[in-house]
């Protein structure tokens, strides 16, 4: 497996809290990213990053926003988040010329 | 918004049978990709198409890239338990800096025994 770890693997919370989701990787690639998997909708680009401090929106980033501070380091947090947040939230990794990504495990992330 | 539609989206078949699933879009992608999650864990990259009518072969599977580069499939042929998963394709976006996928919705095979 491609060094990707995504902390934490579950979170249950409630509406309107803040939540930080973590994407780590040993690889030092370029580029990383967020998705979300939901049934019917297969995986949707939330932002990604093409290096460090710089980040770009994807197709769902509304009430999302990310950092990246390090190289090896991504984080999603959602501010406040929605019962429509709940979902399965992958990071992804690739190199320069963008072939492939490689992913994590998942984040299944459950707001009450 | 550049959309790929999978079929079928539920595929439930015993060992030993063959099999395609499709990947459909109308739009032109640079490449292809097709990956494999099993539950609890991410998607895995099986295979990158990037010329139109590419064939390309890993083990019983086969995939094939649309002259088009509008579509693609990929063909199981004596299928087995441990095929079973969720089957993704992907295209990268034409005229992008870098890559940005966008993924079909996903065929779920079941295999049994």
């Known amino acids: 497996d491609a060094g990707i770890t995504q902390s934490p693997r579950h979170k249950v919370t409630e509406t309107g809290t803040p939540v930080t989701l973590r994407c780590h990787q040993t690889?030092?690639?370029?580029?990383m990213y967020w998705y979300r998997q939901d049934p019917g909708h297969g995986l949707r680009l939330i932002h990604y990053?093409?290096?460090?401090?710089?980040?770009d929106k994807g197709e769902v980033s509304d009430g999302y926003s990310v950092s990246r501070s390090k190289t090896e380091d991504f984080l999603l947090t959602l501010e406040s988040a929605t019962s429509s947040q709940t979902s399965v939230y992958f990071c992804?990794?690739?190199?320069?010329?963008?072939?492939?990504?490689?992913f994590g495990d998942g984040t299944r992330l459950s707001i009450l | 918004t550049q959309l790929l539609e999978q079929s079928p989206q539920f595929l439930s078949i015993q060992e030993g049978e063959n099999l395609t699933v499709y990947c459909n879009s109308s739009?032109?992608?640079?490449?292809l990709q097709w990956y494999r999650q099993e539950p609890g864990e991410g998607p895995v990259l099986l295979v990158t198409?990037?010329?139109?009518?590419e064939v390309k072969k890993l083990k019983r599977l086969t995939f094939q890239f649309g002259d088009a580069r509008k579509d693609s499939s990929l063909h199981i042929t004596a299928a087995q338990p441990g095929d079973t998963g969720l089957y993704l394709c992907?295209?990268?976006?034409?005229?992008?800096?870098?890559?940005?996928?966008?993924f079909g919705t996903g065929t779920r095979l079941l295999v049994s025994p």
């Open positions: 690889e030092n690639h370029r580029y």
């Open positions: 739009s032109v992608f640079s490449s």
């Open positions: 990053s093409y290096g460090v401090k710089d980040t």
């Open positions: 992804a990794i690739s190199d320069p010329l963008g072939q492939p990504q490689h």
């Open positions: 198409v990037v010329t139109g009518g």
């Open positions: 992907a295209g990268a976006a034409m005229n992008t800096g870098f890559q940005k996928l966008v």
